[in-house]
C-alpha cells in the first residue's frame, strides 16, 4: 500500500468539517458531490468500528429513490478513492473491505476529533475524581460546536 507516512491526518468533526494532512488543509471542493463527501464522512466517523456495507448503503440511499443501492454505493467507493488520489493523500487502498464490513486503513495514521472526545468521556465516567477532571478538560477542548455543524 503506497501512502504518505510523513504526515498525520487529522480530521475535525466537532466545528465545520476540515481535514488537514500534515499543515495542509485537504482541499475539499475537489469533493463535489455532497454524497461523496457524506460517504467520506462517514468512513472517518467509523474508522474503529468499521461499518457494514447495509449500513452505508441505509445512511446514503435510504430517502432517496435509487434502483441499484448496490451499484452506487460501488461507484460511490470508486469515486472516492479517485478523489483522495487526486489530492495527494493515498495511492492506493484506504478501505479494508471485509465480510461486508467498510474500514478506514489502520496504517494510514489520523486522528478524529469526535472520536478523541467520545473516547475521553467514556474514559471520564469510570474515572477517579482527579482523572476524571482532567478527561474532561481535555474533552472541552476537543469540543467547540456542533457536530458537523451547518
Given at each position: 500500500m503506497e501512502h504518505n507516512t510523513e504526515k498525520n491526518l487529522t480530521v475535525y468533526m466537532l466545528n465545520d468539517f476540515c481535514v488537514m494532512y500534515g499543515d495542509e488543509a485537504l482541499p475539499l471542493e475537489k469533493f463535489g458531490n455532497s454524497k461523496l463527501m457524506e460517504l467520506f464522512q462517514i468512513i472517518l466517523r467509523y474508522k474503529k468500528t468499521g461499518i457494514s456495507r447495509g449500513?452505508?448503503?441505509?445512511m446514503?440511499?435510504?430517502?432517496?429513490?435509487?434502483?441499484?443501492?448496490?451499484?452506487?454505493?460501488?461507484?460511490?467507493?470508486?469515486?472516492?478513492?479517485?478523489?483522495?488520489?487526486?489530492?495527494?493523500?493515498?495511492?492506493?487502498e484506504f478501505l479494508h473491505?471485509?465480510?461486508g464490513i467498510y474500514k478506514w486503513c489502520e496504517e494510514i495514521p489520523m486522528t478524529v476529533d469526535l472520536l478523541e472526545f467520545e473516547a475521553l468521556m467514556e474514559?471520564?465516567?469510570?474515572?477517579?475524581a482527579e482523572e476524571k477532571k482532567k478527561c474532561l478538560i481535555r474533552a472541552f477542548y476537543?469540543?467547540?460546536?456542533?457536530?458537523?455543524e451547518g
Open positions: 449500513q452505508l448503503q441505509q446514503l440511499y435510504d430517502e432517496d429513490s435509487v434502483d441499484d443501492k448496490s451499484h452506487s454505493l460501488d461507484s460511490l467507493v470508486y469515486r472516492l478513492k479517485r478523489t483522495l488520489e487526486q489530492t495527494g493523500l493515498v495511492q492506493n473491505i471485509k465480510n474514559k471520564a465516567v469510570s474515572a477517579n476537543w469540543y467547540e460546536a456542533e457536530f458537523l
